[in-house]
């Protein structure tokens, strides 16, 4: 006699997410900054944004959890930047949202919507003979399956990504769908989902005004973001764990040229050791470096002449000390020993 499988236990079904509002929220609170912000403080656009303001948000945690830390040993750190942080994240993924909808992106909303409709069709499909077996809440299914039109597609993405991902270890070997298509989902979703909803804020916004905000409220992030990272940086040395807590934004990535912000491939260096070589430190810090070795100085610091060269220092600029001295602390810490 053959045993029927038993039926996962059922659990709750992941609900279709309406559009998101808090990412417009967010842009507007921040709207003064970003008119604000000066042309000459603008970093080149040289990521993909929506992956990037993912990877900050899943990292947010963690940061947040140093935030205590970060405020004792670092007292002059503006911690009021890793406060924002969230909303600088979510106010550069509605400007560029905002720049899609605007024709800056050459007709992007097409291409998503090519891609999100097979992709729909065949996770659903691999769904519902999922849920015929047991293995997937079948009310949950047929809830997706009712959805019509280009907002149920991009909320249905979302849905089937984490109805798949709840129960990947069990249905993996069971299902014709892929991991990679389950991912996909899950990023493709927000994106169609997002760029469709921006219809409901009004209407979109000129190519040249839009790129404008694109281009600023991307620079308060990263800029945001590469504070963040100095300060942990410094504070996680000794445990070797800073790129992990926060990752660089480029690290990994292909095609164009690292940018001029401090989050790209570059190693941090260590701090400064007896006999040793300084290492990067929050902004307004002077960072010496090895012989030979070019480090970026955060804005403001003073740059390390090449080996052997002398090089006057701006006035009221940090002057970086001689081999074998210890570095001076970023943000009022007291130097590494």
Same mark, same amino acid.
């Given at each position: 006699?053959? =045993?029927? %499988?038993?039926?996962? =236990? ?24 970003? +008119?604000?912000? !000066? ?6 656009? #040289?990521?993909?944004?929506? &992956? ?5 948000? $899943?990292?947010?945690? *963690? /940061?947040?959890?140093? &935030? ?32 899609? %909808?605007?024709? $800056?992106?050459? #007709? ?11 992709? &729909?069709?065949? /996770?659903?499909? +691999? ?6 077996? $047991? ?29 798949? !991902? ?7 070997? =069971?299902?014709?769908?892929?991991? +990679? ?7 493709? $979703?927000?994106?169609? /989902? ?24 991307? %620079? ?15 504070? &996680?040395?000794?445990? *070797? ?6 990752? %660089?934004?480029? =690290? ?7 940018? !001029?912000?401090?989050? +790209? ?9 007896? *006999?040793?070589?300084?290492? !990067? ?57």
């Amino acid at each position: 006699m053959v =045993k029927r %499988s038993t039926p996962l =236990k059922k659990k709750p079904a992941p609900k279709k997410p309406a559009a998101p509002p808090q990412a417009a929220a967010a842009f507007d609170r921040i709207l003064p900054e970003i +008119d604000a912000l !000066s042309a000459d403080a603008l970093v080149p656009i #040289n990521l993909d944004i929506p &992956r990037a303001v993912s990877q900050v948000l $899943g990292v947010l945690p *963690g /940061l947040l959890a140093l &935030r205590p830390t970060i405020a004792e040993r670092l007292p002059t750190h503006d911690v009021g930047v890793l406060d924002r942080l969230e909303t600088y994240a979510l106010a550069a993924w509605y400007a560029h949202l905002l720049w899609l %909808s605007s024709g $800056g992106a050459e #007709n992007a909303l097409k291409p998503l919507l090519a891609e999100a409709v097979p992709l &729909r069709e065949n /996770l659903l499909s +691999d769904a519902g003979a999922l849920a015929r077996r $047991g293995l997937l809440d079948a009310d949950a299914v047929a809830e997706v399956r009712a959805g019509h039109g280009h907002m149920d597609t991009a909320n249905d993405l979302v849905a089937l990504s984490a109805l798949f !991902s709840a129960s990947w270890p069990e249905i993996a070997s =069971k299902t014709a769908a892929t991991e +990679d298509e389950v991912k996909r989902a899950g990023e493709l $979703g927000p994106l169609l /989902l997002a760029a469709l909803g921006v219809r409901e804020h009004g209407a979109a916004p000129l190519p040249t005004d839009a790129t404008d905000k694109r281009a600023r409220a991307f %620079s308060l992030f990263v800029r945001a973001y590469d504070q963040t990272r100095r300060a942990v940086a410094y504070l &996680r040395w000794d445990e *070797g764990d800073a790129d992990e807590i926060a990752p %660089s934004l480029y =690290k990994g990535r292909r095609g164009r040229g690292a940018s !001029s912000s401090d989050t +790209d491939e570059q190693e941090a260096a260590p701090p400064a050791q007896p *006999g040793g070589a300084a290492g !990067s430190a929050p902004a307004g810090t002077a960072v010496p470096a090895p012989a030979s070795a070019a480090v970026p100085a955060p804005a403001g610091a003073a740059v390390p002449a090449p080996a052997g060269a002398a090089v006057p220092a701006p006035a009221g600029a940090a002057v970086p000390a001689p081999a074998g001295t210890a570095a001076p602390a970023p943000n009022g810490a007291p130097p590494a020993r």
